[in-house]
């Protein structure tokens, strides 16, 4: 719920310098994102790309959690929303291009109709258990990063970090930095692309309707 409430004033901010640690608590420092009101203390944390200052629920606060400090806070908060992101924007990609015809390999023929959507073939792999073997692979995965989430909650790792930088391990720390602000602009851009595409496919399933890509 964060990652979409931050994504609605986000897209075009630019962004924040890195928190000064001794901030004074009489200094009123206002939002990037809402002017007329407070910044919320609890992004004070940790220096975050794509950080402006929105957090109307009050979603930073770290005594609403089980964690100690605001830094175990923010980071297991930051590392929730790149994960969701970054899924989402896998899986916008994959919902389109399997409602165009894209099938994996050994998916049976009655399912390879164009006519089968990414909504339909949801209950069909629930029905004959495919959907089950996705769950254990991905849980796998889910244990194998728990050691990298640990590292994060020990203030040792940034999040979302799994040294996977391919030819961009070299650039310098100004483009590092547009490259995370960028990351992230993206990340919650898909996980509303995705809500949206889920919402609308279910919506015209109810009600008779076909989902269309008027753009395509």
């Not at 109307?56 to 606060?61: A, K, L, Q, V």
């Not at 961009?168 to 995370?180: M, T, Y």
Request: with cysteine.
């Amino acid at each position: 719920m964060l990652s979409l409430a931050a994504a609605s004033l986000s897209f075009n901010a630019p962004a924040r310098a890195p928190a000064s640690a001794g901030r004074a608590s009489v200094q009123m420092v206002n939002s990037e994102a809402l002017p007329f009101a407070e910044r919320p203390a609890g992004l004070d944390a940790v220096a975050l790309a794509g950080d402006v200052g929105f957090d109307p629920m009050g979603f930073s606060d770290h005594t609403i959690g089980p964690f100690d400090t605001p830094e175990e806070h923010m980071g297991w908060m930051r590392e929730a929303e790149i994960k969701h992101g970054r899924v989402c924007m896998l899986g916008t990609v994959g919902w389109i291009a399997a409602d165009f015809g894209l099938r994996a390999p050994g998916v049976p023929a009655e399912l390879k109709a164009a006519s089968v959507t990414s909504f339909a073939a949801h209950d069909i792999a629930v029905a004959d258990g495919r959907l089950l073997m996705l769950l254990i692979l991905c849980g796998v995965f889910e244990i194998a990063g728990s050691a990298a989430i640990k590292a994060t909650l020990d203030g040792k790792r940034e999040p979302g970090d799994f040294a996977l930088m391919g030819g961009f391990s070299k650039v310098d720390a100004k483009k590092l930095a547009a490259l995370k602000q960028a990351e992230i602009k993206h990340c919650r851009l898909g996980m509303m692309a995705f809500s949206g595409l889920a919402t609308q496919t279910a919506v015209a399933s109810a009600t008779g309707g076909v989902m269309t890509y008027p753009y395509f």
